[in-house]
T-cell receptor, first 114, second 112 residues
């Protein structure tokens, strides 16, 4: 079955550490996105990629980095510069860059700073 | 992108029809109305999308009046498993607008 796989499901990070969240899709989608969700809040866009080897900052990119070396993969690194990283992170993809195309979301990674 | 406004929360009982209304007064000609559903600790799921009049699929119906300044998501005969957050968004065909903006959504609580 086609879909988006995020791993790990739960991640614990010590203060000062960088961590990388994995996102893999086998839908042959060109566009991929990373969102952050805090309790009781909507989703906020961190980074997005319209096509392989390209990515753009979203609304809250500070303290995060991404790469898009393969069409299938869009990993997100939460760096030590992100002061409040505890949140639920969601990866999504769409067949093409454009909000009219339905987004497919992964099941998320819950990151906790300990 | 056009801003949307929807109720923060709604309660219903099993077997009832639930209608969630969303306003989008500044919707543009090229915009579509899109709804997503999110269960706790999961990613949102695309439910339905429409441009005008009525759209129906196996999950829901979407009613859009002629002026398109509002829309109503209708869930027939809800069950406990329909308890979720429902997001109304405006999706655009025009320009460099590939970013979906999710507000707080409507938290629907279905009671037995």
């Amino acid at each position: 079955d086609g879909g988006i796989t995020q791993s790990p499901k739960y991640l614990f990070r010590k203060e000062g550490q960088n961590v990388t969240l994995s996102c893999e899709q086998n839908l042959n989608h060109d566009a991929m996105y990373w969102y952050r969700q805090d309790p009781g809040q909507g989703l906020r866009l961190i980074y997005y990629s319209q096509i392989v080897n390209d990515f753009q900052k979203g609304d809250i990119a500070e303290g995060y980095s991404v790469s898009r070396e393969k069409k299938e993969s869009f990993p997100l690194t939460v760096t030590s510069a992100q002061k409040n990283p505890t949140a639920f992170y969601l990866c999504a993809s769409s067949i093409s860059f454009g909000t009219v195309y339905g987004y497919t979301f992964g099941s998320g990674t819950r990151l906790t700073v300990v | 992108l056009a801003k949307t406004t929807q109720p923060i929360s709604m309660d219903s009982y099993e077997g009832q029809e639930v209608n969630i209304t969303c306003s989008h007064n500044n919707i543009a000609t090229n915009d579509y109305i899109t709804w997503y559903q999110q269960f706790p600790s999961q990613g949102p799921r695309f439910i339905i999308q429409g441009y005008k009049t009525k759209v129906t699929n196996e999950v829901a119906s979407l009613f859009i009046p002629a002026d398109r300044k509002s829309s109503t998501l209708s869930l027939p005969r809800v069950s406990l498993s329909d308890t979720a957050v429902y997001y109304c968004l405006v999706a655009s065909l025009s320009g460099n607008t590939g970013k979906l903006i999710f507000g707080q959504g409507t938290t629907l609580q279905v009671k037995p």
